[in-house]
């Protein structure tokens, strides 16, 4: 039996957190037994895929329709309750400068901007009575990728590692793909292990970098060889072994070891996973990638490059879930600078949304075309999110300040029944009923129950608490969920 396995065993009989039933299963599950007869029930998904866009991503531009905000454009916008904004003073009625339409069957008016994705908007279901906790945008991300406002504690793709395991050991489970321009708020926070193993904290891949993987191979060096690698090899494994053997109940050490053991498979899994080569003309137009690659010209926010960054790494992110990656973060957009690449549109929500709007569509799109394709779609999650709404008035004459107080998510695939489920009010401010909004909790708590897992019962003990993704709050999301 591998040292893994033994380890999981010792943590089962200490009794660590309450979910003995899912961590027992990743252990049938590397020995050969049939690992769904302990989840908590059979899962519809095996894998999920969080779309991020950074800097909070405007849903009456997108794809929460508000003709009341056409009619009233430029009067004067009274809700009838005092709003206090985060950067500004409420202005004038502000109606999208982009033209909304209906698409497929289910006729769903989306914007200009998110059209590619009539394409597709009828796999999908939209959950547009989401409310959040703060208008800042480092809580608001935190809440949206951990399920708290504060740092310390696990993202959600930490949880789903540490819950179900690995489904190949030469690929880490969890995956990020950031914006290639840099992090978002909170940076490697959002997906932190926090007090979970270190092997359950999201691995970085650059898929428009020269090194995708930072670390993954010895710089160029007369003075390192094959044979001064393998003796620093080997003379490591010495000191890990007594210092395990002096510290058994410790399983950092082991964590960092395995993450060294995953980092030399990854020479060649993800090497080949990275490489797209071997993808056909089709596959590559379908994404948006350009023949400059990653030296497409960005010097200018636009759709292009856009579709580009964005397509790259949904078409990376097709080939690590068919390689048994088990969570994949895609982020659009980095942290605030001037000028903008992310959906924090203050000043001009035309020159910053448009752009990463059509990027983000094509590529999503693709995405769930190319899944469906392959058999996948059935059994991948797709959620898409942001840490916050935008306000249906202006700030100055073309941006829009935060909207904490309700926004929009969507789900796909993975056991997810399309159609819409809540609704924001006439203006898009707040839910249209507030006692029936949707959080982020109840986002994951449907999340870990179509992977198979009741989200109550995922927890670890952590100060004396018996810590979970939802706190101590979320409902599954049953009317999203298909029978």
């Known amino acids: 039996m591998n040292a893994t396995a033994i380890n999981r065993r010792s943590l089962l009989r200490q009794g660590l957190g309450g979910f003995a039933g899912i961590a027992l299963a990743d252990l049938m599950h590397r020995e050969g037994a049939a690992a769904d007869a302990v989840l908590h029930h059979r899962p519809k998904a095996k894998r999920v895929v969080q779309l991020f866009m950074a800097g909070a991503a405007s849903h009456v531009d997108t794809f929460d329709y508000k003709p009341l905000l ?70 608001g991300t935190l809440l949206q990728t951990t399920g708290f406002n504060l740092p310390g504690f696990p993202s959600a793709g930490s949880w789903v590692s540490y819950g179900l395991g690995s489904e190949n050991e030469n ?41 995708p993987i930072t670390d993954l191979f010895p710089p160029q060096s007369d003075f390192i060889t094959a044979g001064s690698d393998r003796a620093g090899l080997d ?67 636009n759709a292009k490059a856009e579709a580009e960054f964005f397509g790259r790494k949904c078409l990376v992110a097709r080939r690590l879930l068919e390689r048994g990656v088990r969570f994949i973060q895609i982020w659009s957009g980095n942290d605030n600078g001037f000028p903008r690449r ?68 969507w789900m796909c695939g993975g056991g997810v029944r399309p159609g819409t489920f809540g609704h924001s009010d006439e203006w898009g ?24 897992i009741d989200h109550t019962k995922l927890t670890v003990r952590h100060n004396g608490i018996d810590r979970r993704l939802t706190d101590v709050h979320g409902h599954v999301l049953r009317d999203l969920v298909q029978t």
């Open 70 to 139: 056409e009619k009233r454009d430029g009067q004067p916008w009274d809700p009838g309750e005092k709003v206090e904004l985060f950067q500004s003073q409420p202005g004038d009625c502000f109606a999208s400068p982009w033209k909304f339409n209906p698409h497929g069957q289910s006729g769903k008016q989306l914007s200009e901007i998110v059209a590619p994705l009539g394409d597709v908007v009828d796999e999908i279901a939209f959950i547009h009575n989401l409310v959040g906790k703060t208008g800042v945008h480092s809580q």
């Open 171 to 211: 690929l880490p489970t969890f995956v990020v793909l950031p914006d290639h321009r840099g992090f978002a708020s909170n940076g490697a926070k959002n997906w932190g292990n926090a007090f979970l193993s270190a092997s359950h904290q999201g691995t970085v891949i650059r898929p428009s970098g020269a090194a």
């Open 235 to 301: 003379a490591l494994k010495q000191i890990n072994q007594a210092y395990a053997r002096q510290r058994p109940s410790d399983d950092r050490l082991d964590a960092r070891v395995r993450s060294y053991e995953l980092a030399a498979a990854m020479q060649l899994s993800a090497t080949d996973a990275l490489d797209l080569a071997s993808e056909p003309q089709h596959i590559r137009d379908l994404y948006g990638l350009v023949d400059e690659g990653s030296h497409v010209d960005d010097s200018e926010i």
């Open 342 to 409: 992310n959906w924090d549109s203050h000043e001009n929500v035309a020159r910053d949304h448009g752009p990463l709007a059509l990027g983000m569509s094509r590529g999503a799109t693709a995405l769930i075309k190319d899944l469906a394709q392959r058999g996948m779609l059935e059994d991948t999650l797709i959620l898409w999110t942001t840490e916050f709404g935008r306000m249906p008035c202006s700030q100055g004459t073309e941006g829009r300040d935060h909207n904490p107080f309700v926004f929009t998510n």
């Open 429 to 452: 401010f707040r839910p249209e009923s507030p006692d029936h909004a949707t959080t982020v909790y109840d986002i994951n708590a449907t999340m870990l129950h179509l992977l198979g």
